[in-house]
């Protein structure tokens, strides 16, 4: 069994900071790719940021001059930089990593979320 656990969401300030953080743990035997994704009330769920298991980034649309991807690979671990928030990045912010178990199985799994939201 896998499990990812999101942790840093909360309520901020627009122009302000957060720092988000996804673990995973498990019967793991390697992990892939592993990403951010983000929906907000009322719209699709869209993709914030990607990263390899070697460090390569790519960011959805106009994220990337705000938001930092990166991952310890030593820790299961998967970080969000979110810098200058604006109230539209208000959103659940879901982290997601592509894992071959111990079993020898691939799949895609998901944490449960972490809602953040930008507001005076």
């Known amino acids: 069994q896998v499990q990812l656990v999101e942790s840093g969401g909360g309520l901020v300030q627009p122009g302000g900071s957060l720092r988000l953080s996804c673990v995973a743990s498990?019967?793991?035997?390697?992990?892939?790719?592993m990403g951010w994704y983000r929906q907000a009330p009322g719209k699709e769920r869209e993709l914030v940021a990607g990263?390899?298991?070697?460090?390569?980034?790519n960011y959805g649309n106009s994220m990337k001059d705000r938001f930092t991807i990166s991952r310890d690979n030593t820790k299961n671990t998967v970080y969000l930089q979110m810098n200058t928030l604006k109230p539209e990045d208000t959103a659940v912010y879901y982290c997601n990593a592509a894992i071959v178990t111990t079993s020898g199985r691939w799949n895609t799994y998901w944490g449960q979320g972490t809602p953040v939201t930008v507001s005076s």
């Open positions: 990263i390899s298991v070697s460090g390569i980034a």
């Open positions: 498990g019967s793991i035997f390697s992990i892939n790719a």
